[in-house]
C-alpha cells in the first residue's frame, strides 16, 4: 500500500460532509481536515475554523499541518485560484486551476469552448450592452434562457416563459446587477426541452474516470413545483442512461470538452460535472460546474468502490486508472431542509433522531447546514440534512432513504416526498 496522507477538505456542506466520509473510509488516509467543516462532518474529519475564502490561511494550514491532498468543495475558491496557489507552494490539491475554472466561472467562456469544439449545446448569443441584449430578445420565440456570465451562487439562469420575463432578466443581471459584476455579460440561449442529467467524472488534464450518472431535483415541492432550491434531492443511477447514451455523453460532450480545455491552454484537473439534455436530437451540454455537485455527491459518492483517495491522487499526478465497471448499488438522497427555506429560515432548531438514523442500516445521514451547541446539533442553515439510502435498486433505495428522514424532527422541517420517481424521467 503506497504512504498514508494528511487529507484537507475545503467546504462545509453535505458535498464535503460526502467528500470528508468517503476520504476517512480510505486506509490512506492518516489525518482528515476539514475547513470550516459542521457538526455531521465532525464525526470523520478534525474542524479548523477556516473560511473558504481565505485562500493563503488555508495554504499556511496545508503546509503547517503537511497535508499530503487537499480537496476543495465549492467553485469560488476555485475560480479565486485556490489551485494555483497551493501549486505554487508546492502542495498537492485535487481541483482545477483558475484558467480551467473558466468552464463554470464564465459561462461566455464555456459556451466559446463548446462552439469551437462542436461539443452540442444550444445556440447562443453574447451582450454587453443591455439594450442589444433586448432587442435581440423581440426576435426569439419563448422560452428564452438567460444567463448572467459569472459566478451567481446559482441564481444567474433564468429560463424565462415570455419576452417580457426575459427583457426583466436582462434588466436585473445587466442594469440593476443583482449579481454584481457576474452580470455585466449575458449569454442569450436557445431553451432545450427534453430530460434533463448529470454526469461527474475525475480529470486529470488528459483522461477522466467517470462517476455514476445523477439526476437532481431542483423545485422546493414535489412534482418540481415552486421556487429552486440548492437541490432537494439527488439519486443514481437514471434509469433512462442506457450503457449507449452514457457512452454517447462521454464521447461527444466529456471527453471532447477535457481535450479542448488542454488546447486552450487550461488542462482540466479535477471533477468536471456536466450538466447535460437529452434533446430529441440527443445528449446536448446545458453547463459545467468546475467541482462535485451538490446533492448529487451525496448519492453518488457511496455508490463508488474505487477507494477516493487513491482516485483523486492518480488525477493529480496524470495517471487515472482505467475505467469502472457500472456500479450495482442504488441511492437516493432527501435533502430536510429549514421551514422557510429557499426564502427566509430560521435557524438553531434542535434536530433530533440522528443517533435513531445512524443506526440503520443502509442509511447514511450528510450534514449540510448544522452546528453543535451544549444543548446538542442544532440547525445551521436552509438545507440541514441530505439523507441518504442505498439499496440494490432504487425503489430500495428511495425507502431506506424515507426510513432514515422519518426518524429525524425538527421545528419547521420540510423535504420533498417524491425524490427518486420523477415522473417522465
Ligand atoms: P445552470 O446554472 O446553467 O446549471 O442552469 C440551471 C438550470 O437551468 C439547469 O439545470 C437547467 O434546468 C436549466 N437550463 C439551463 N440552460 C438551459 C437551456 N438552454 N434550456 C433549458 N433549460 C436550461
Ligand atoms: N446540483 C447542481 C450543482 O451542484 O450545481
Known amino acids: 500500500m503506497a504512504d498514508r496522507l494528511n487529507i484537507l477538505v475545503v467546504g462545509g456542506g453535505g458535498r464535503e460532509h460526502a467528500l470528508s466520509w468517503k476520504l476517512a473510509q480510505s486506509p490512506r488516509a492518516a489525518r482528515v481536515f476539514c475547513a470550516p467543516g459542521n457538526a455531521g ?20 494550514f496545508a503546509q503547517q499541518h503537511e497535508i499530503g491532498l487537499t480537496v476543495v ?22 481541483g482545477p486551476s483558475r484558467a480551467a475554472a473558466r468552464i463554470e466561472s464564465s459561462k461566455v467562456w464555456c459556451k466559446r469552448l463548446l462552439a469551437k469544439c462542436g461539443v ?11 439594450d442589444e441584449a433586448i432587442s435581440y430578445l423581440d426576435d426569439r420565440e419563448p422560452p428564452i434562457v438567460v444567463k ?15 419576452r417580457e420575463e426575459a427583457r426583466q432578466a436582462v434588466q436585473a443581471a445587466m442594469v440593476d446587477r443583482a ?6 455579460r449575458v449569454v442569450i440561449e436557445e431553451f432545450l426541452a427534453g430530460r434533463e442529467v448529470s454526469v461527474m467524472a475525475i480529470c486529470d488534464g488528459e483522461n477522466l474516470y467517470p462517476l455514476p450518472f445523477s439526476q437532481d431535483h431542483k423545485q422546493v415541492y414535489d412534482d418540481d413545483r415552486g421556487p429552486n432550491t440548492g ?24 471527453r471532447p470538452t477535457l481535450r479542448a480545455m488542454a488546447e486552450e491552454g487550461a488542462p482540466y484537473v479535477g471533477c468536471l460535472y456536466g450538466g447535460l439534455m437529452l434533446t430529441e436530437e440527443g445528449l446536448k451540454a446545458l453547463e459545467f460546474n468546475c467541482r462535485f455537485g451538490d446533492p448529487e455527491s451525496q448519492a453518488v459518492l457511496p455508490r463508488l468502490e474505487a477507494d477516493l483517495v ?6 493529480v499526478s496524470g495517471r487515472l486508472p482505467a475505467e469502472p465497471p457500472q ?80 426518524a429525524i424532527s425538527f421545528d419547521g422541517a420540510h423535504y420533498r416526498r417524491d425524490i427518486g420517481r420523477r415522473k417522465g424521467g
Open 327 to 406: 456500479e450495482g448499488r442504488a441511492a437516493v438522497c432527501v435533502v430536510m431542509a429549514s421551514g422557510g427555506y429557499p426564502g427566509k429560515y430560521e435557524t438553531g432548531r434542535p434536530i433530533r433522531g440522528l443517533d435513531a438514523a445512524a443506526r440503520m442500516s443502509d442509511v447514511v445521514v450528510f450534514h449540510a447546514g448544522t452546528r453543535r451547541t451544549e444543548q446538542g446539533i442544532v440547525t445551521a442553515g436552509g438545507r440541514v440534512l441530505g439523507v441518504t439510502g442505498l439499496g440494490d435498486d432504487l425503489p430500495a433505495a428511495i425507502a431506506a432513504a424515507y426510513r432514515g428522514v422519518e
Open 148 to 162: 448572467a456570465d459569472g459566478l451567481a451562487a446559482g441564481k444567474g439562469v433564468t429560463v424565462a416563459r415570455t
Open 179 to 184: 449579481f454584481g459584476e457576474a452580470g455585466s
Open 41 to 60: 462532518i465532525a464525526q470523520h474529519a478534525e474542524c479548523v475554523p477556516i473560511s473558504p475564502s481565505d485562500l493563503e490561511a488555508l495554504a499556511d
Open 231 to 254: 437541490g432537494m434531492g439527488a439519486f443514481s443511477p437514471v434509469p433512462f442512461i442506457t450503457p449507449d447514451l452514457a457512452e454517447q455523453a462521454l464521447e461527444t460532450i466529456m
Open 73 to 94: 468543495g465549492p467553485e469560488a475558491p476555485l475560480a479565486e485560484g485556490i489551485v494555483d496557489l497551493f501549486r505554487a507552494r508546492g502542495l498537492q490539491i485535487f
Open 120 to 130: 452540442p449545446t444550444g445556440d447562443f448569443a453574447v451582450f454587453d450592452d443591455p
Open 310 to 315: 487513491d482516485l483523486l491522487e492518480a488525477a
